[in-house]
Structures are given as C-alpha cells and as structure tokens.
C-alpha cells in the first residue's frame, strides 16, 4: 500500500469484540444484516447463539475483554471419566471453564446447556467458574456436554482434588496482605491523628496543621482503596444484582469518612481519615479469622482427598505390571497391591492375604484380614502381604468418593432454622441505609453539626451487623459435621442435623443392627424328602443378603451347585430353581404365601425354637416342605449400653423387625423395650413409621438391610451402620461408618449441642443489633467503636461455633 492510499477500516468481531481489518474479517450475512468476525471459529459461535435464540447475551454483557478465549487445552473425554457419579437414569458431572469473563457469561452457558436434550440441571458459580451438570444418559453423554461448551467458546478442565481448600487458602492469603497493609499505615496514620486530635484541644499553627492532614490524608489511601478494595468491588457488584449486602454498609461507612475528610481539608475543617482506616483495618481482622476458621473445617474434605491414590500397578492380561493412572483403570481390570500401599479403588480380592488398615474409613484400630473374595476399598492400606484385585467401578464410585461427596453435601445443605437468617438479611441492608439517612437528618437538623450528624450515621452504618447473623448457623453446621464425620459419623445435610436434634421417638432393626447380624445355625431338621438338605440351602441362600442367608452358605464347605431363575423377596424369603426343582428358603408367612404348609408336629418343632430365641428358616422342595435350620443372633455388646443411653434422654424405643413373633419376644425382653412390631414386611415398617409420625413424633429409625429401605426413607432421620447394604447406605440420611451402636447417642448428643449453639448465636446476633443500633443513633458510639464491636460481634460467633470442634 502507498502512503498515499487509506488505510483500510477497522471494525469488531461481533461475537468477540476483538479489532480487526475490515480486509481479512469473515463476514457474513445473517438476519439480513452484514456481521464481521476474526476467524470462523468466532462466526459458529455467533449463529449457535442465534440459532438458539440467546442473542441477548451481547446485551447483557458488561466488562468484555476483546478476543476469542484460549482454546488450547484438549478436552479429551476420558480426562473426566473419573469425575462422572450418578445412577443410571442420572450422571452428574462438575467441570472447570475457562474463557468466563463476565456474569453473562454464566447465563449463556446456562440456558444454552439446558436447551441439550438430555441435560436436566445445569449450574455455573461465577466466583469459582465450577459447573456443575447433569443429564440423563439414555439421551445425551459427557462428550456432546464438553462439545457444546467448547463450541460456544468455554473450555471445560476436570475439577483437581482440593480446588475448594486451595480457594480458600488463597483467600486467607490474600486478607493477610490487606490486613498487614492497612494494620501498617494505620499505626503511622495514628501517630498523626494523635496530634492533630491535641491540636484541635490545645491549638495547632495551620503550617503545621496541613501538613499532618495532607500526610494523614496519604497514609488512609491505600487503607480504603487496597486494603478495603473487597468491600468497595463488593458493594458494586450489590448494587448491580439488586442484593444489597454488608459490604455496602462498610464501604459507605468508609467513603463518607474519607470524602467528608478531604473536603475538610479545602474548609479547614477537621478530618477523620483515622475513622475509614479503622473501619477498613478492625473488619479486615474478623474477616481474616473467620477465613481461617472456614478454612481449618473445610480441611476435612482435603484429609479426605489425599487418602485416594493416583496410580495404581495395573496387571496386564499377560502378568505384566505397568503403573498407570488411577483413572485409566477401567471396571473388571486387575491391580497389585504391595505392603504399604494404599488400594487405590475399590474392588474384590482374587489372589493373596494381608491385613488392612481401614481405621480411615471405619474407625476401627484393629487390622482387618483379606483373602480371596474379601472387599477391599480404596484409601484403605495394606499393612503386610500382597493382594490382587478385581477393579469395581471407577474412583467416582467408591465407599471413599461417596463419603466425600457426603461430607460435600453436608456442607452445601442448609438447615430451616438458616431460613430466619436469611430473610433477615434480605431486608436489614436497607433498612440499615434508611436508617443511617434518618439518622444523619435528625441530628443535622436538630443540633446544626454536620460532622456529628455524619459521624452518628457512619457509626450506624458500621455497626450493624448481617455478618454475625449470616454466620450464626452455616458456620456451626460446617463445624458440627465436620466433628461428627472425624468420629465416623457422616450426615448428609445440615438439614438432617436439625431433624436429629428434635427427635423423641427412636426405631431400632433387630437383624445387624442391636443383634449381632452374623447369626450362627444350631440347628437343622431335615423331613426326609430330599437328600443333602444343607447343600441345596447353602446353594440357594448363596445370592442373598441376608444375614441367615450368609451364615447357613458358610457353613458348607464344599462345592455349591448351579442355581437358575433366583428370586429375593425382602424380609421374607428366596427361591430358584437348582437341578431341574424348585426350591425355596424363608419364613413361616412366605412359605404360606407360596401354598406351602407344616404339618402339626413340624410346627411344635419350630415353635420350640422360637420360644428359645432362635429364627427358623423354613426349607421347601417343590410344594413339600423338606426341612428347617434353626439359627441364633444375639444381642451385640454395645445395644444395651446404647439403649440406656437413649432411656435417659427419654426417648421413645420400638423394635420393628421381619423376624418371628417368638424370636422378637425374646430379643425385647434382653433388651427391656416392650413396644416390638413383628413378623413385618419392608413396606410395613414404613407404614408402622408413617403412624407413629402421624401422633407428632420426631422418628429416627436405624437399620442396615434391604428391607429397612423403606422404612429408612419414611422415617425422619434414617441411619444406617458402616456394615450395611448398598440400598440402605442411598436411602440413609446418616451412614455410621464405625461399627458402634452408641455413636447413635453421640450423634444426637451433637446435634443437640450444635443447635444449641445456633440458637446461642443468633439470640446474640439479634441481641447485638437491638441494642447496639439504638446506642449509635444516639450518638453515643464513636465510629471507631462501632467498627471494632461489629468486628468482635462476628469474632463471637466464629469462637462460639468452633466449640463444635470437640464434640
């Protein structure tokens, strides 16, 4: 081009702002009108966004940085493979973007996920650009997800382990340096505004009077803007969503010190830069601490985290070992464990023997012995010798990976007493601002002093205190499950912790729960219809859960036969077909449900079991019955301990159990509780819960079967223990991961005390406020004094809360 010749024009890409020539732009037609971009990749994403009817996204854009994001980093699927939990009808999946550079950012990836088929929820935090999403996957998968935000010009990245603690590390880091700063240039400001204070008593020249005003005015600077930068970007943000929050209040508080100040000093008036420094400095310090406290309860996730291993020796088909990472192990693949090395997933024991510590995830200090077809889990350690493992899953799937996401959920999950918080807070804000603007009138026009009306409505802006109150329950929450979950107590929910602490009626399962649920055959009575009774029951009870399943399978020692067309009927019984006949195992009413009926005398036989405290297990061939096993489970060492425990709470007891009215009559006089249900199928123990909750009371049930599931999801609180069923863990509002009946007694001991400390709180929190507030209207607070009280009001609640830690 000659220098004669105009340069060509510069326009902006229309989708990512960035300038470009007019000359090498892609443009296009679209909607009839000419739209230039600089590359295609930009020109796709434009007409996604319009073809989807999201064109309002460049409306709502504010603080757009030009250009085209970093697409750079491959977003391969089996990098989040790992990540994906969910059932098969819902997977769910959390994801980090890249390229989010504004709230309208968070709204388009939003609206335009949920408009995939198939995606059912999608959520995006702007303060940590973590999605979470989930979808069903019968219709769509992970790789349209990733595809489609990386197609609107967001790169998702697998969430690392510890991201959480690490945000707030950062955060406590960064209220450090802020802190220093503005506890640095405050003490020198102090220096000054002591003097100028005794000049203002005493007299001071005017040459020297200015210039400690001026250095006065210098050293509060990079207090209000640097170190007070948190609370000013926040009272924007406020005020842009329309959510108006405390740090309005301090940042009005401080830049009308600091504005009122400088005008002073073109007046000759006074100034109190010392007051937006210490307003700054004294919010800082809470700030700080609560930081830290937030951030030692949090800890607990990130314990957690480092238990799970990223590598594991891979064994090949052809007994080669490889060290690979623990996400490219896939379900069915074999792994070695060495002595000393963690299980990095969970699975079944092929081959070797070795002690394993699980004190991490169970409680239990003594070693646990694994052989060949033992469970192990991941995160546990194998203290001596070598196993090899059948993989189950992926790391998303284990018993650690489930009670992370417990403990994750716990904390995200709010109780209903946070509910009175809440609403508090949406409207105190701005009754506080009206308040402090009346406040500021009536003293202007009653006394004619502009700095005291300033400084008494400065004072009511400082010392009203939202913070203490949004503090009072999330905070004891966190700390409280925190606490339980070290005992090996996970709840699910700080919503659960509040029903716990109401409960007056507590539900106990007989089998595996206060008995010992590893019953032991002492007897067996075979009819004589069939030969090798005990074969064909330890072949047919060999597929079930039940604990009498499990103890008359163990005691065959030899090979089991082949059985077809099983079928568990929950509580009551199972039947399959073995060698051509039909066989079936269960109680007195599911054989009378299949047609099938004793003759007297085999009914004195069974009767006379039952009276001795002993389940029989009924066996029929065909239609004829063809023998009994009679089995005895005995109460466990710690029921009695724990059912005393829970009589001095006055509690009420009752026993709900699937067993025979005999064995039942047997276990309740043991253990001394007289309201004992019997002979119940699974949806009868809900039903029998749905009525006690009918009279008013608050009904906690613990169980550990298959069919406790129902009455577990009836129930207000549900516990299962560490030993129980998969079923009965999902429905189970608290998993009690220590094999110790009396952590139930703790747990409510907990729950009570947390919710005691709540309510503590926030009587203090309201308490502080009623009477504070009235006192800086009347002038009677300094703003200095306001700062440090509402400083120390939250300091309160943080020291009251981490009592919990000791529960």
Known sequence: MSINEPAAAEVRCDHCLQEINVASAVTAIISGETKHFCCHGCQGVYEIIRNNSLDTFYTQRRNWEPGPPDTGVSTGNAAFQSTVTGTEKESHVELLLSGIRCSSCIWLIEKYLLKLPGVLSARVNYATHRAAVSWAPEKTGLNAILEALCSIGYIPHPCRSGSTTDVLAEEKTDLLLRFGTASFFSMQLMLFTAALYAGFFQGMEIRYKLPFQLISWALATPVVFYSGFPFINGAWRSIKTGALNMDLLVTLGTLSAYSYSIAAILLGEEVFFDIAAMIVTFILLGRFLEAGSRLKASNAINELLELQPQDAMLISPDGGRTIVQVADVQEGEHIEIIPGDRIPLDGMVMEGEAEVNESMLTGES?????????????????????????????????????????????????????????????????????????????????????????????????????????????????????????????????????????????????????????????????????????????????????????????????????????????????????????????????????????????????????????????????????????????????????????????????????????????????????????????????ESIERMKKTGAFVMMAGDGINDAPALTAADTGITLGSSTGLALECADVAILKNDLTLIDTLIDSSRKCFSIIRQNLVWAFSYNLIALPLAVSGLLHPIMSSFLMAASSLIVVGNSMRLRNI
């Open 366 to 686: 003594n070693a646990v012995p694994k052989t060949a077809g033992s469970r192990a889990f991941a995160g546990t350690i194998a203290l001596n010798g070598r196993l090899k493992i059948r993989v189950e899953g992926n790391a998303a799937q284990t018993v650690l990976a489930g009670i992370i996401r417990t403990v994750r959920d716990a904390q995200a999950r709010k109780a209903p007493i946070q509910g009175i918080a809440d609403r508090t807070a949406g409207f105190f804000v701005p009754a506080t601002i009206v308040l402090a603007l009346m406040t500021f009138a009536f003293w202007k026009f009653t006394s004619g002093n502009t700095v005291s009306a300033l400084m008494n409505a400065v004072s009511v802006l400082v010392i009203a205190c939202p913070c203490a109150l949004g503090l009072a329950t999330p905070l004891a929450i966190l700390v409280g499950t925190t606490a339980a979950g070290k005992k090996g107590i996970l709840v699910k929910g700080g919503d659960v912790f509040e029903t716990i602490s109401k409960t007056t009626h507590v539900v106990l399962d007989k089998t595996g729960t206060i008995t010992e649920g590893k019953p032991s055959v002492t007897d067996i009575v075979d009819f004589g219809t069939t030969e090798e009774l005990l074969l064909h029951a330890a072949s047919l009870e060999a597929s079930s859960e039940h604990p009498s399943g499990r103890a008359i399978t163990a005691l065959w020692n030899g090979e089991l036969l082949s059985v077809e067309h099983f079928r568990a009927v929950p509580g009551k019984g199972v039947s399959a077909v073995i060698n051509g006949s039909n066989w079936k195992a269960g109680s007195k009413t599911f054989m009378e449900n299949e047609g099938i009926t004793c003759s007297a005398e085999q009914e004195i036989t069974a009767a006379t079991f039952e009276s001795d405290g002993k389940t029989v297990v009924r066996l029929a061939c065909g239609r004829a019955p063809a023998g009994m096993i009679a089995l005895i489970d005995d109460l466990r060492k710690d029921a009695l301990p724990m059912i005393e425990a829970l009589r001095r709470k006055k509690l009420n007891l009752s026993i709900l159990t699937g067993d025979n009215r005999g064995v039942a009559a047997y276990i309740s006089l043991k253990c001394g509780i007289g309201d004992v249900e019997a002979e119940l199928e699974p949806t009868g123990k809900a």
